[in-house]
């Protein structure tokens, strides 16, 4: 029998790592791991050379891939949003099937993709981008309020503020500045993007590209209001409450928008907006849903969410998603800086009706930022039931129950 090789960049931070891993083992695929641990400290851990690969300089980590590749991958794939574009050109480097490194260069970028639904007519806000030498107050008197300001290229909420005012543009801006800088090798400049709020409730869509075109594998609510000043995602549903008409135009809008991408292959995550005036399409990523919320769809689709991925790349067969028990899990909300210490009453949120499972994914003594400035989670509740509301109720109901407890930061003091 011939074993199918998988190459999986695999950031430290990333909540799916394990996922991935566990999805291979069960296939009976091999991996070959490429992670970005510090390349000073790697060494001294014994770690070889694909250890401490630099993602976010693609022609560079490229390289160093290819000259210590034990062997040929029969694919190539990054695990979350921060290896896609290097992962599309080991592909095109290995003459793998998958996305063009401009497509998903494209989708990646807040500006470019803005740009892109404006030519072709898709409902689009006002926006422009602000360099990071403009004239803020200039700049503040100029635009219509409210708007919303956005790192380029951060994903998950992250560096995204609404402003309501000049003097909350003027700060919004320089925030946003500071936590792209932080984020991003090339974010001093990049700019930011200053787009007009939409209003409407917010839906994603999760979907798989074969030969451009679209198999959905769900279409999630997101209950909460989304209307700032900081954008946090908290619960996604499924299946969707919209009416079918609805469904389907933000399925039709979802696929053009690929197609004009020049996406064509592999996942694809799609965040938009619905309001009385239509869709209006946030963001199209050519990568899976982020964190654990892909454990909701393991019923509906007979297995992992990462093991449909791993068979679509390695052209094999991947299920439909059949129609169950409604599904919904809820992104832990991080209330406010400081140091984690410890949940209280897991058991009593664990036992609450339609609650399949609980994970608590901070450590103790974790730095914890919330939205816009973190990127993750105190962790992650999971529910069936037989309807989406539900379903809804039981990870209100849960979270709830749950107490952290999470202690002031104190800053070093030097002497």
Known sequence: MIVKRVLLLLPVASYRNEDFLAAADKLGVDVIPVADYCPQL??????????????????QAAQTILDHLPAAPDAVLAVDDHGLELAALLRERLELAGNAVAAVGLTRDKLAFRHLLQAHAFRCPDFQAVADDADLPAVARSINYP??????????SRGVVRADNAGEFITAVRWVRAIQARADREGAELGVVVESFIPGQEYALE?????????????????????????EETIYVTPSRLPQSMQALIVEQVARACRLAGLNTGPVHAEMRVNQHGVWLLEVAARSIGGLCGRMLNHALGMSLEEVVLRHALGESVPDAAARDAAAVMMIPIPKRGIYQRVHHLDAARAVPHISHIQITAEPGALLLPAPEGASYLGFIFAQAASPQAA????????????????????????
């Open 42 to 59: 790697a060494p001294g851990w014994g770690m070889g050379a694909l250890a401490a690969v630099h993602f976010d300089q693609p022609l």
């Open 147 to 156: 708007v919303v300001v956005k790192a380029r290229r951060l994903s998950a």
């Open 207 to 231: 979907g798989l590209l074969t030969e451009g075109e679209l198999k959905v594998l769900a279409l999630f609510d997101k209950p909460d209001p989304l209307d700032g000043p900081y954008f």
């Open 392 to 415: 809804e109720r039981a990870l209100r109901e849960a979270q709830r129950l749950l107490r952290f407890d999470i202690e002031t930061e104190v800053p070093l003091v030097s002497v």
